[in-house]
């Protein structure tokens, strides 16, 4: 195993360059993870789904995904983990960078490599720093970000960046360490204790309330059925059908795919229990489908695609199932990915996430920094706006 050693007190740390050289057990623990019926701990942060990745070829050094995962010990007993990768792009990140790069070229600097603490692919809010319960997160914390940046050290790049990261955990970093906040918006459907998809529209205004009735009866009367498939009915084929929705859709909107078939093969054998599949079919032919994770609290929408455009299937397949799905199984948030203005009059409110970021130069992080404060300020006042939009009813309906 090709490890870097540094010695903290009765800490020590190691880098690896692949998940295999981690126990799972070892892993999912530090993350709170379990793959059973308890349904405990954020599927992205398995042990399981960074080996799709890296067993796939999704991540590898190919792809430009080198792991550099940082374990820290107490004595002999792995108590934290920072998923971590060098990185000489910075596709398939969602948290977008280039105007950092165009700085450090301007200036005559060379921004790649870069390190990249995040799940590949993934906007998903998260922990970042998986800590073993019992320990000291503050303390656990700080000494994952030394070794991090005894990395950007060894490696001399122009900075690091830890992306989707949950504000309860910036909490923990010092601001003597000097790591940047940058903010984004996601739009995210909470949970009102609702005890039906009828009982959630009933709090909406009626002009929206309409609109999504619209938009669901559009579907329902048509030829067009649509299936729930999780647990044992999830089969091999349902890896190969869902990548050819996939491929089609990628390929039409951007041209490239991050994820191949052996992913979603790997994916339903080691996650199946994690996994709901909504799929489209019309004359017993399936033309579309999504995929969603989810945990005890949260249904993630992930990816999503279709043969062919079909008027309102994308808002039913991929928000109102979700949603469907979330009150169900009583779970508290549905979180449907990056971007998407539209999803707000569908119940989709504002929702801010967090990255942090380090820069070796100085000069430079201070341009930065000033940069990200008037762009922070930007992102508040959009949220402001953006809930003005809200279709929730309001004291005057």
């Not at 960046?161 to 309860?168: P, Q, V």
């Not at 005890?195 to 609109?211: G, V, W």
């Not at 949603?323 to 449907?336: G, M, Q």
Request: aromatic share 14%.
């Amino acid at each position: 195993m090709n490890t870097i050693k540094t010695e903290l007190t009765n800490f020590s740390t190691s880098v690896i360059e692949s998940v295999h050289q981690i126990d799972r057990n070892t892993w999912n623990e530090c993350a709170d993870f379990r793959n059973d019926s308890s349904n405990i701990g954020n599927p992205f942060l398995s042990h399981e789904f960074f080996c799709c990745l890296e067993d796939s070829g999704s991540v590898s050094e190919r792809t430009g995904w080198i792991s550099q995962h940082i374990l820290l010990y107490y004595d002999n007993l792995v108590v934290g983990i920072l998923p971590n990768f060098l990185k000489n792009h910075s596709w398939g990140e969602y948290i977008f960078d280039q105007v950092f790069a165009q700085a450090w070229e301007n200036s005559g600097g060379q921004y790649y490599p870069k390190l990249l603490s995040a799940v590949p692919f993934s906007p998903v809010p998260g922990e970042r720093f998986l800590i073993r319960e019992g320990y000291d997160k503050k303390q656990i914390t700080e000494l994952l970000l030394k070794a991090l940046e005894n990395l950007m050290q060894i490696y001399k790049v122009s900075s690091s960046h830890i992306n989707f990261i949950k504000k309860e955990q910036i909490k923990n970093i010092s601001k003597d360490n000097y790591w940047l906040e940058r903010q984004n918006i996601q739009f995210h459907w909470k949970n009102e204790n609702y005890q039906d998809f009828e009982h959630f529209l009933s709090k909406l205004s009626s002009s929206k309330r309409k609109i999504i009735k619209r938009e669901r009866k559009e579907i329902s009367n048509s030829t067009i059925n649509l299936e729930t498939i999780r647990n044992e009915e999830i089969k091999s084929e349902h890896a190969k059908l869902f990548n050819k929705f996939y491929l089609s859709t990628i390929e039409k909107k951007w041209g490239g795919a991050y994820l191949n078939e052996k992913f979603w093969h790997l994916l339903l054998e080691n996650l199946k229990k994690r996994i709901v599949f909504i799929f489209a079919k019309e004359s017993n032919d399936y033309f579309a489908g999504a995929i969603n994770l989810f945990d005890s609290n949260t249904i993630y929408g992930r990816n999503w695609g279709s043969l062919k455009q079909v008027k309102f299937l994308h808002f039913e397949a991929c928000y109102y199932q979700a949603i469907d799905f979330a009150i169900s199984n009583k779970l508290k948030n549905v979180e449907a990915g990056a971007q998407g203005i539209h999803k707000i009059q569908r119940g989709y409110m504002p929702t801010k996430t967090y990255s942090i970021h380090k820069f070796s130069n100085k000069n430079l992080s201070n341009a930065i920094e000033n940069y990200l404060k008037t762009e922070n300020l930007q992102i508040n006042n959009e949220i402001n706006i953006l809930k003005q939009k809200s279709p929730f009813k309001t004291h005057n309906d």
